[in-house]
């Protein structure tokens, strides 16, 4: 057992519901008891989709405990296969039917006999993976389904296309920013004059995957989800792939080169370094940026780093090697791929943070006293509790950090976005700090009374404490309105009746 | 599609269950900021905090008096004692907390693995010397407030059946004294609460506020509260006596009541729930009968809300409204919204205990006759794919349903209302009648604002049609 109030990654069955609510026309069935198809909600609310969440629940409840599900899984499969006529259903196993040990795999088997559709049984444990491992999984898991039948059947298309075209791999639902990523690397492709063949998962459809071989290579932008689906591609049809992800100028200028030479490898005789000078100098904001005046004030300046592997690893690199920022942590809670983001940081920062408890992180920020924090929802609220100013970066993420603007966090639109949000959180701290030296704002007038100050009406200590329970904000209204109703109805002592008698005189 | 007729009584129903809710572990949000001196440590999985991290937003980020027991492999497969992993989690909780008790959440595992924290309770209480209550606040069994239900008839066992010592009198005595002050000299202060009736017990949690103003509410009718059920700390229960009378505030307390009635020998006066003006009016008039008082003012207190909220009432007046069901609240909300003028075709309800909510069941079937409104069916357990063919049948003025459903909904131009507000917003009584159509007006008022801006569907012609 562990004592835990806060996760970083969530559970397995969140990562298959991304990948599988991704994907147009495929359904998940959760098999889980009443209340675990929480993912509807955040599906919902975070990206205000307005369709319905393509997920149900196959319920576990007492009967099934003692019974086991029987009929209910396939009935459930059955039934939404009529109701909703998906290509797909995903049958999703929870941290409950992990521990119930049902044959779901035989479920599967039988309602593929009847079903129009194809039904397949993530291959996900609770226990053993957690929500991005589980993402990953079921990609390949869905991406191989479709191409074994394909191969089967005959009708994979596994000749390459005329002109160099790409696969981009990985792009999902409920993913930090993937909606604006997905579109600014579809712009960078075209600049680079590569076709887009496929993107997967987000808005395809899994009629789609057949055609994935006909692409030169597959880009993965991130490191934590379809890298598995790169390499299972690579093996079977010997497609290469670039795994840089391009986020910041270098790191960008590194994908492109990479891809010009898998390009190149296969005939394509292309060269993109005058893209690349021409974007870097003039297209892009964020290289003259770092050499502008303003940023020198950011030189050497501390700061602590932490996220996914992809964010937290691009954003150490671009503090350091683009904005010569001093970076003293970095850190990860990709526990399950430490070794890479280590490799990936060393010569960047001072020291490397491998931890999925928000409290190791919290006390090294408070230790360290950085300038500025670039980490997650998390991290925001350390830095408010030690008033130190951060810029989110990675999941978890709240519903701000989805936002209706366009705000890529890769390529070069995706860089400018970058130096902005590291600049303004700097400068932020740095204005608080002048505040403080100099005293704050010019407020020479105190603007609110104290609550129980200058009046000539008696608060009564009960009448008080109900007032203190206010929130503050409406506290002084409040107060104001009660006093001036008790002055009406000719009252010298306010009590806690009084006080509710006024709300409801006045309606409020 | 069923057509709907109108029935001439009520009519329930059964579906499939197949509807969105949230987890009774829930409850632990607003129960450890009721019960100040709680620590409630949910023993589960990552699922389980998963859910509680995203749904109480920005409170986990306060510091909040709960946790996660998160249960790992070797938990499940047995290869550690669980004996000893509480016992180690329970005494970190002590030493950094020092919390009066410590509430056990048994979850879904738990259950599954047979984890018998019933029994491990005595055992570690008397060990590590704070109380530990067990709640088996899980998705098997139950629905969002139904976790409340669960953790206040654990509760119920720890009341005391008797004021243990002088010194303990006095302190219970002083923290009802605390809400009862107002408007006394310091003389009828000291005296203990001489009521001429016997002991009443209130019990659901309810805001701070509301228990003050619903003492206010009674104390006009000569009636003292003896004490609630939560109060505002554990070391405050109130005592219990055999005989006592009690009353539930919220419609989701039959076990709790059940609990009262069976293991404390506590009289449950069953009474519609104070929610609305004709709620609270309905509720004072059952307690006072029932403690043979005769009630003073309550039709004059009842009519001066209504005149208060008759902007608000205007509003949705002639409007239907469809309640999907997942806080069970919905039966109190809906008898009051028919007494505001709304029509009601379908009642969708979690769990429908027939004897506890017996008198707000009549009320409602009362409300409707009055109002010459045809009866709701009232769907217990409701399949929210059926719910959701019946809503374009019928096109309701408002649905009130949970998140998973509001902003589909919205898009195609049905006005939705996240029935979770209701939960924790302050309802109850006549003072937040208001309260209640502030919410359920919200979005008529924002569609109202908004006029013709670009129409009212919000998808794709080729999505609406499935």
């Not at chain 1, 300038?371 to 991290?379: K, L």
């Not at chain 2, 069923?2 to 607003?30: D, R």
């Not at chain 2, 088996?136 to 953790?151: C, I, K, M, P, S």
């Not at chain 2, 008529?444 to 080729?462: C, F, H, K, P, Y």
């Amino acid at each position: 057992m562990k004592l835990a109030y806060w996760m970083y990654a969530g559970p397995a069955h969140i990562g298959t519901l991304r990948i599988s609510s991704s994907f147009r026309n495929v359904h998940a069935i959760m098999h889980a008891p009443l209340g675990d198809d929480y993912f509807n909600v955040m599906r919902s609310m975070l990206e205000r989709e307005r369709n319905f969440t393509p997920v149900t629940t196959s319920i576990v409840d007492r009967n099934v405990l003692a019974r086991g599900s029987q009929e209910k899984v396939i009935d459930n499969i059955l039934r939404k296969d009529v109701e909703e006529r998906p290509d797909l259903i995903v049958l999703t196993p929870t941290c409950t039917s992990s521990i119930l040990q049902e044959d779901l795999q035989n479920f599967v088997e039988r309602a593929k006999e009847s079903a129009q559709c194809d039904v397949l049984l993530a291959d996900v444990n609770h226990y053993r993976v957690n929500e991005l491992q589980a993402a990953d999984r079921t990609l390949e898991q869905i991406v191989r389904f479709y191409l074994d039948r394909a191969q089967r059947q005959g009708t994979l298309s596994n000749q390459r296309t005329e002109q160099p075209s790409v696969n981009i791999l990985g792009m999902t639902t409920l993913g930090f920013h993937n909606r604006h990523d997905t579109t600014e690397l579809q712009r960078l492709m075209a600049d680079l004059g590569i076709t887009v063949n496929a993107v997967i998962p987000a808005g395809a459809s899994v009629e789609e995957l057949q055609h994935l071989p006909r692409a030169w290579f597959n880009l993965v932008p991130y490191r934590e989800v379809g890298l598995l689906t790169a390499q299972y591609l690579k093996e079977t049809f010997d497609q290469p792939m670039v795994a840089i992800a391009p986020m910041g100028i270098t790191a960008t200028a590194d994908c492109i080169r990479q891809i010009q030479q898998v390009l190149n490898q296969q005939g394509a005789a292309v060269d993109f370094e005058p893209f690349i000078d021409r974007q870097t100098r003039f297209a892009s904001e964020a290289a003259w940026f770092s050499h502008s005046i303003d940023c020198q004030n950011l030189t050497g300046k501390r700061a602590v780093v932490f996220g996914d592997n992809t964010h937290a690893a691009a954003f150490t690199k671009i503090l350091s090697r683009e904005m010569g920022i001093h970076v003293v942590l970095a850190g990860t809670y990709c526990k399950h791929d430490a070794d890479w983001f280590e490799a990936e940081v060393a010569g960047h920062c001072d020291r490397v943070l491998i931890s999925d408890d928000h409290t190791v992180i919290a006390d090294a920020i408070a230790e360290l006293e950085p300038a500025a924090i670039f980490g997650t929802q998390m991290e925001r609220h350390v830095g408010k509790r030690l008033n130190i100013p951060c810029g989110v970066i990675a999941a978890p993420v709240h519903i701000q950090n989805f936002p209706v603007g366009y705000r890529p966090f890769v390529g070069y639109e995706g860089a400018n976005q970058i130096v902005d949000l590291v600049y303004n959180s700097f400068t932020l701290g740095m204005e608080d700090h002048l505040l403080e030296i100099f005293g704050g704002h010019d407020t020479k007038e105190v603007l609110t009374k104290t609550v129980s100050a200058d009046s000539d009406l008696d608060w009564k200590p009960d009448g008080l404490t109900e007032l203190n329970r206010i929130p503050g904000f409406v506290r002084g209204k409040v107060k104001r309105n009660t006093e001036k109703y008790a002055r009406e109805q000719g009252l010298t002592a306010i009590t806690a009746e009084v006080l509710y008698a006024a709300k409801e005189a006045l309606g409020a | 599609m069923t057509t709907t007729e109108a029935p001439s009584a009520l009519s329930f129903e059964c579906e499939t269950g197949n509807y969105h809710t949230f987890c009774p572990i829930s409850c632990v949000a607003w129960l450890y900021q009721k019960i100040e001196d709680s620590f409630f440590l949910v023993i589960g999985t990552k699922t389980c905090g998963y859910f509680l991290q995203n749904a109480m937003g920005v409170m986990i980020f306060a510091e909040p008096r709960y946790a996660m027991a998160e249960l790992e492999e070797g938990d499940i497969s047995a290869q550690l004692n669980d004996y000893a992993e509480l016992k180690r989690l329970c005494t970190q909780i002590k030493r950094d907390r020092n919390p009066s008790v410590i509430v056990w959440i048994g979850t879904c595992t738990t259950e599954i693995i047979k984890m018998d924290l019933e029994g491990l309770a005595p055992k570690l209480e008397a060990e590590i010397g704070i109380p530990i209550v067990v709640a088996r606040a899980n998705g098997l069994d139950y629905a969002f407030t139904q976790g409340e239900d669960t953790v206040l008839a654990a509760m119920a066992a720890r009341c005391p059946e008797a004021a243990t010592s002088e010194a303990d009198q006095q302190e219970r005595t002083n923290a009802i004294q605390r809400l009862l002050q107002f408007g006394k000299s310091p003389a009828a202060e000291q005296q203990p609460a001489s009521s001429k009736h016997p002991p009443l017990i209130l019990f659901g949690s309810v805001p701070d506020p509301v228990a003050t103003q619903l003492t206010i509410e009674l104390a006009k009718q000569g009636i003292t509260v003896s004490g609630w059920l939560p109060a505002k700390r554990y070391t405050e229960l109130p005592v219990i006596a055999e005989g006592s009378y009690a009353i539930g505030l919220n419609p989701f307390l039959s076990r709790t009541a059940t609990t009262l009635m069976r293991r404390r020998k506590c009289k449950v006066i069953g009474a519609p729930f104070p929610i609305g003006p004709d709620g609270s009016r309905a509720w004072i008039e059952k307690i006072c009968s029932v403690l043979e008082i005769e009630p003073q003012g309550l039709a004059e207190r009842e009519a001066q809300v209504w005149d208060s909220i008759e902007d608000y009432r205007q509003l949705v007046e002639g409007k239907q409204v469809f309640f999907m069901g997942d806080n069970l609240w919905e039966i109190s909300l809906a008898r009051f919204l028919v007494r505001c003028g709304m029509r009601c075709p379908e009642i969708g309800i979690p769990y429908l205990d027939r004897r506890y909510l017996g008198a707000e069941l009549a009320m409602l079937e009362a409300t409707c006759q009055s109002m010459g409104v045809p009866l709701p069916r009232l769907v217990e357990k409701p399949d929210n794919y059926n719910q959701l063919q019946r809503i374009e049948a019928l096109q309701p003025d408002l649905v009130i349903t949970g998140m998973a459903h509001a902003n589909p909904l919205e898009a195609r131009g049905i006005s939705t209302k996240w029935s979770v507000e209701f939960t924790f917003a302050q309802i109850h009584g006549f003072g937040n009648a208001r309260a209640i159509l502030e919410l359920v007006t919200r979005p008529l008022r924002r569609n109202l604002a908004l006029g013709t801006l670009g129409g009212s569907q919000w998808v794709s012609e080729a999505v609406t049609s499935r």
